[in-house]
């Protein structure tokens, strides 16, 4: 039997730059769009009457750019998944995910690339309804103090040695589902990462699974529209080094910024009345 399946075009990359007046506007998107329907034919048989070209989505992407110019990258998956759900009857569900590439501004026309993190959009549209996630990927935070790890489970194999003072440091990766999928998403996305942030600097941490429950609580309590948000937070260790072979002492002063392994926290925070999502997603 045919499980379920999908086909689409990934990674068109889009740069979108709006010329009016003298002040430009610019995205800088990568779009991945799937399609999901009625394709038993071509798996099976290679009927191809129910196919949109992958070449065709990938054209879509920069007709729309065209048309509706610079904007936010929910706003455009969502013009995306619609379309594709709307005039494709064999489509019955399309989705459309957006890496938006964030740019400074340095003059009218002048741009430097910021290249710390990276937002996100992931939208789903089906026949009778649509799902927004947004989100950021690679968002790295530090605290130099505030946190302790101690009191954890101990057997013939643990080394680690218990900690009251060290650093904690993660690159976030979080994602957030929205109930209304018609809103201002920039001034949305701005107040869920400023949330995230705030919570990080403002937690005084005894594990990393209770900076992202607090992290994750403080975007659900900021905006009442989102009902859902998932993170994974890497765990980038910082391990102190002995200077006693120098004669000196290292008073959490000195480390080395450890690569690989790390430990890894997901968790997802909901709330209570948190209405189901129309399709499954991650991180």
Do not use: C
Not at 41 to 64: C, E, I, Q, R
Not at 167 to 180: E, G, M, S
């Amino acid at each position: 039997m045919l499980g379920p399946n999908r086909y689409g075009k990934a990674e068109t990359r889009l740069v979108r730059v709006s010329r009016d007046g003298d002040t430009h506007g610019l995205v800088d998107f990568n779009v991945s769009v799937a399609l999901a329907g009625d394709l038993t034919a071509t798996h099976l048989t290679g009927d191809n009457s129910g196919v949109l070209p992958t070449d065709t989505m990938k054209n879509t992407v920069y007709a729309f750019a065209k048309k509706h110019g610079p904007v936010e990258p929910e706003a455009f998956a969502l013009l995306l998944g619609r379309h594709f759900v709307g005039t494709q009857s064999q489509v019955r569900s399309a989705t459309v995910s957006i890496e938006s590439f964030a740019w400074e501004r340095l003059g009218p026309h002048s741009f430097q690339k910021r290249g710390d993190f990276t937002r996100t959009a992931l939208v789903t549209v089906t026949e009778d309804a649509a799902q927004v996630v947004s989100g950021v990927t690679g968002l790295v935070l530090l605290n130099s103090t505030d946190s302790e790890f101690h009191g954890f489970v101990r057997d013939e194999y643990t080394t680690l040695p218990e900690t009251t003072d060290r650093i904690l440091a993660t690159a976030v990766d979080a994602r957030w589902r929205h109930l209304n999928i018609e809103k201002d998403w920039l001034k949305s996305y701005d107040k869920s990462l400023e949330a995230l942030k705030s919570a990080f600097i403002g937690t005084y941490s005894f594990s990393l699974q209770q900076t992202l429950y607090a992290m994750g609580q403080n975007v659900l309590a900021d905006q009442p529209d989102i009902v859902e948000i998932r993170l994974a937070l890497p765990n980038k260790h910082h391990y102190l080094v002995d200077l006693s072979s120098f004669g000196e002492t290292n008073d959490n002063e000195v480390f080395i910024a450890g690569d690989r392994p790390y430990g890894l926290i997901e968790g997802t925070v909901t709330r209570d009345d948190a209405p189901a999502a129309i399709a499954e997603w991650w991180l």
